[in-house]
């Protein structure tokens, strides 16, 4: 029982984490991108913690399967963006 709450205490820290910080930023970055300007240095070493950071959370995801499609479809904007990314349109 006290892993199950410290899962959802977890998987509470990181949905408000996410919430709150990363999709603000990351739709931000998107809507740069969507303009055609090139994400710098430091928009590149946020991504990159980003995903790095998501990695780590996957053994969590793994243990309570009922989050996994929202784990999964958060993975959907860097990927969708990545023509973007570096390039000019």
Same mark, same amino acid.
């Given at each position: 029982?006290?892993?199950?709450?410290?899962d959802i205490g977890?998987?509470?820290?990181?949905?408000? &984490?996410?919430?709150?910080?990363?999709?603000?930023? !990351?739709?931000?970055?998107?809507?740069?991108?969507?303009?055609?300007?090139?994400?710098?240095?430091?928009?590149?070493?946020?991504?990159? %913690?980003? !995903?790095?950071?998501?990695?780590?959370? %996957?053994?969590?995801?793994?243990? &309570?399967?009922?989050?996994?499609? !929202?784990?999964?479809?958060?993975?959907?904007?860097?990927?969708?963006?990545?023509?973007?990314?570096g390039e000019r349109k």
């Amino acid at each position: 029982m006290s892993n199950e709450i410290e899962d959802i205490g977890e998987l509470e820290a990181i949905l408000e &984490r996410l919430n709150d910080f990363r999709l603000p930023r !990351l739709l931000e970055m998107k809507g740069r991108v969507d303009n055609g300007e090139i994400l710098n240095d430091y928009d590149l070493e946020y991504l990159e %913690h980003v !995903l790095k950071d998501s990695r780590s959370v %996957h053994t969590l995801v793994d243990r &309570r399967p009922e989050v996994q499609p !929202l784990y999964e479809s958060g993975g959907a904007l860097p990927r969708n963006n990545r023509k973007g990314v570096g390039e000019r349109k």
